[in-house]
């Protein structure tokens, strides 16, 4: 019986951890792939405070798990499956099932994170692996001297587009409203870059090739228009999913799957908490996602107080 599963080791899940073992609550991580979330798809982080320059994303998760770590919390690579309980109980026991075991705890933090979205357009599914990918940091040593675009106009897309420049030969940037959304010093930055052209207003519609990127196609939303624009890669940065299939039955989710909380992170079940970027909010940010995950722990420790 533990105080406190924590299902995540993004972010968020490392922040409740540390949080959680300073409290001195019996705590258990769970994490379904590799600790770090899904920051570590890019190469560095420039705006998490206390590291002027920027810190490569993996250092920082690495970091934060050597914390933990020093507490003596553990985190255990396994895919929580469901969570049951019995939910007549003023403290309910939760169980955690996995595909191997079930667990047990007084409380859950549910800091699942999220994924990159797909465009879901013809040859996207086809192509991937193929020259389309999610991930510079991935694949962007394996388009040295290409043509490249990138679809999105975010931070993510901007940061990314700067970054597959110092492989790529040529990177074209496409995003469907007439001005980018990302921050202005980015844009700024991407502005000076001889290597970025922008192609604003307008919607990647296809994926060319047979079995590997030789293009796309793409339709200007003011216009109509369609022209297709050769490239050897693909990179796409249009937002994300939240990782909370496994949680649909027994919490309250918005239409887009993100996860319902109040201001005090509080999910629809009592004991159970949301955070980082599984829940609905204004800003998905790796600074925000850690506040959240030490204001969750700090509640649940006073919740089993």
Known sequence: MYDLIIVGAGPAGLTAALYAGRYRL??????????????????????????????????L???????????????????????????????????????????????VIIATGAQPKRLDIEGEAKLIGRGVSYCATCDGPLFKDKEIVVIGGGDRAIEEAIFLTGYAKKVTLIHRRNQ????????????????????????????IGKDKVEGVRIKNVATNSETNLPCQGIFIFVGIKPNTGSFKDILKLDELGFIITDQD??????????????????????????????????????YLS
């Open 26 to 59: 019996n705590t258990l991580v769970l994490e379904k792939m590799s600790v770090g979330g899904q920051i570590i798809l890019s190469s560095t982080i420039e705006n998490f405070p206390g590291f002027p320059g920027g810190i490569s994303t993996v250092e």
């Open 61 to 107: 998760m690495e970091r934060m798990h050597q914390q933990i770590r020093e507490l003596n919390i553990s985190v255990e690579l396994d895919e929580v499956l469901k969570i049951t309980s019995d939910l007549k109980s003023k403290q309910p026991v939760y169980n955690i099932i996995t595909a191997g075991k079930s667990y047990q705890a007084k409380c």
């Open 180 to 207: 980018l959304r990302a921050s202005a010093i980015l844009v700024e930055k991407a502005n000076r870059n001889p290597k970025i052209n922008f192609i604003l207003e307008s919607v990647a519609d296809e994926i």
């Open 265 to 302: 992170l509080n999910t629809s079940l009592v004991g159970v908490s949301a955070c980082g970027d599984c829940r609905k909010k204004s800003l998905y940010q790796v600074v925000t996602a850690c506040a959240e995950g030490a204001t969750a722990a700090a509640l649940t420790h006073k």
